[in-house]
Structure formats: structure tokens, C-alpha cells
């Protein structure tokens, strides 16, 4: 079972300002990996797929990197709207298609 | 497009329960569904899969082995609808339940509501 662990568990960025998040695999996963963002109360929105490509819908301003076990979500110039908890997923070798834990995204 | 999941539910430990999961405004039999598990305070956890698929045959399904014997994923292709099933219900399966596609891409890219579950005695 591939295990996906993500860093840091919370990131504190203030608005106008770059946030980089990481996840990582336990094995290479090629690029099969989405990132996901949850609000509070909310449902989950897909944001990239295939590691780098946006979803419909989602701004320029996040931008998905990596291949095999490293894997980046970049959010630049962060909006108020972009704090929120977001998941990597991986869709590699299944099942279970499991998610990291999350890293909590805070205005700083 | 849409997912339009059922309402939520209360009820007691032990209890059965079957909640649902209707696709609209695309080919439902083409595209996998998933439930997702997300527990008050937690992360999402991945459950299960299922592919209702367009022939008689019947609808293949998967489970994280976290879940597999806990629940039951199903589909009834006439209405367009998955469901996830316990038949024994925990206080532990308190939660919100989410249904989602699975794109061509192999990513979620189309989510229902959720549903919230709350097991208490």
C-alpha cells in the first residue's frame, strides 16, 4: 500500500505571498497524483491532476510539480479565498487510492 | 454535472444503514464513483470504488482494505445511483461520507454534498 505523507502539517503565509506544499510517496508513483483543497464546512475540490495540471475552473496561481516520490503545490500571490486544508491523493496501483493527512494553510 | 447524495442520518448503534449517491448530466455507467470517509477533526480517508459499467455484467468494486468487510459499495444502473451500505453501524462510523467521480485522469473531479452520518446511542 503506497503511503503518501505530507510537510508541513500547518503553514502559516501571509496574503499576497508564495506557499509551497509538499507530499511525498512511499514509492514511485509516477505522476499519478492530485492535490485537493477542503474549506471549512465545505466540499473537496479537485485542484491539479497528473501532478501538473490544473483542473477546470481553477486560477493560474496554483501550479502542481513532481514526479516519482516528491511532489510540490505551489500557491502564489495567496488570496484570502486559498487558506484552507489541502490533500494530495494518489491513483497509482490500487486499492486504496489513499490520501496524505493534509496541510492546513493559515493566514499569517 | 452533478452528484446529489441523500439527506443526513441519525441512528443507533447497530443499526443498518444505506445512504445514496445519484449522477446527473453525464454518462453515470462510463465513470467510476468513489466514497470518501471524513471524520470530525481528520483527514479524508479513501473507501472504496466502484465501476457501474454498461453491459448486464456486474458492477466491479474495490475497497481499501481499512474498510473492506466494514461497508458495502453498490450501484443500481436503472436510476443512475451508488450506494454505500453498513450493516451494523458503529459509533465510529460517525461521519461526513462523500461520493465522487473519477475522471478519464484518474482524479476526482466531480464531488457530492456529503452526507453526515452521526451513530450515538
Known amino acids: 500500500e503506497i503511503v503518501l505523507t505530507q510537510s508541513p502539517a500547518t503553514l502559516s503565509v501571509s496574503l499576497g505571498e508564495r506557499a509551497t506544499l509538499s507530499c511525498r510517496a512511499s514509492q514511485g508513483i509516477g505522476t499519478s497524483l492530485a492535490w485537493i483543497q477542503q474549506k471549512p464546512g465545505q466540499t473537496p475540490r479537485l485542484l491539479i491532476y497528473g501532478a501538473s495540471t490544473r483542473a477546470t475552473g481553477i486560477p493560474a496561481r496554483f501550479s502542481g510539480g513532481g514526479s516519482g516520490t516528491e511532489f510540490t503545490l505551489t500557491i502564489s500571490n495567496l488570496q484570502s479565498e486559498d487558506f484552507a486544508v489541502y490533500y494530495c491523493?494518489?491513483?497509482?496501483?490500487?486499492?486504496?487510492?489513499?490520501f496524505g493527512p493534509g496541510t492546513r494553510l493559515e493566514i499569517k | 454535472e452533478q452528484l446529489v447524495q441523500s439527506g443526513g442520518e441519525i441512528r443507533k448503534p447497530g443499526e443498518s444503514l444505506k445512504i445514496s449517491c445519484e449522477g446527473s448530466g453525464y454518462n453515470f455507467m462510463t465513470f467510476w464513483i468513489t466514497w470518501v470517509r471524513h471524520m470530525p477533526g481528520r483527514g479524508l480517508e479513501w473507501m472504496g470504488i466502484?465501476?457501474?459499467?454498461?453491459?448486464?455484467?456486474?458492477?466491479?468494486?474495490r475497497y481499501s482494505p481499512a474498510f473492506q468487510g466494514q461497508v458495502t459499495i453498490s450501484v443500481d444502473k436503472s436510476i443512475r445511483t451508488a450506494y454505500l451500505h453498513w450493516s451494523s453501524l458503529k459509533s465510529s462510523d460517525s461521519a461526513m461520507y462523500y461520493c465522487a467521480r473519477f475522471s478519464p485522469a484518474y482524479a476526482m473531479d466531480l464531488w457530492g454534498q456529503g452526507t453526515p452520518v452521526i451513530v450515538s446511542s
Open positions: 491523493q494518489h491513483s497509482h496501483n490500487w486499492p486504496p487510492y489513499s
Open positions: 466502484i465501476y457501474p459499467g454498461d453491459s448486464d455484467v456486474d458492477s466491479d468494486v
